[in-house]
C-alpha cells in the first residue's frame, strides 16, 4: 500500500534527479565552446588588402558571424581562435581596440579589425 507508493514516489524523484544532472551536464558541454571572449564580442571594422575590400562584421556571445564585404553579406562561425567567415578561415588574436584575423592558409591575407560597435 503505502510503502509501495513511498518508494514508487521516491524512485520518481531520483529518476528525475538524474534527468536533470545529465541534461546539465550535456548543455554545459555542448556550450563550453560557445562563449566567446569579450574582447572579440561586437561590431568590427577593417581593410582586407588582400581582397581589396572594406569588411564589417560583428561577432555574437555565442559565436555567430554575420558580415559585409564588398556588398556581400556572409555569415560564419568563431570557436576558440578560429573565426570562420564566408570561405576563408582566419586565426584571430586581440590587438588594441579590435583584433587582427590571419588567414590559416596564407600568414600574408591579415586583417586588422577595429572596434566600431559595443559588445553585446
Known amino acids: ?14 529518476g528525475i534527479a538524474i534527468l536533470a544532472a545529465l541534461a546539465s551536464r550535456g548543455s554545459s558541454s555542448g556550450n563550453q565552446n560557445a562563449d566567446v571572449a569579450s ?3 561586437g561590431t568590427f571594422q577593417g581593410y582586407d588588402s588582400f581582397e581589396r575590400t572594406n569588411v564589417e562584421l560583428t561577432i555574437l556571445p555565442g559565436g ?4 559585409n564585404a564588398a556588398n556581400h553579406d556572409f555569415s560564419g562561425h568563431l570557436r576558440g581562435d578560429q573565426l570562420e567567415a ?6 584571430i588574436s586581440p590587438e588594441g581596440n579590435g583584433f587582427v584575423a590571419t588567414d590559416i592558409r596564407n600568414s600574408g591575407h591579415r586583417v586588422n579589425f577595429l572596434r566600431s560597435g559595443g559588445g553585446y
Not at 1 to 14: D, E, H, L, T
Request: no cysteine; glycine share 14%; aromatic share 8%.
Open 64 to 67: 555567430s558571424v554575420s558580415g
Open 1 to 14: 500500500g503505502s510503502r509501495n507508493k513511498a518508494v514508487a514516489a521516491g524512485a520518481a524523484i531520483a
Open 39 to 41: 574582447w572579440a564580442v
Open 86 to 91: 564566408g570561405r576563408t578561415t582566419f586565426r
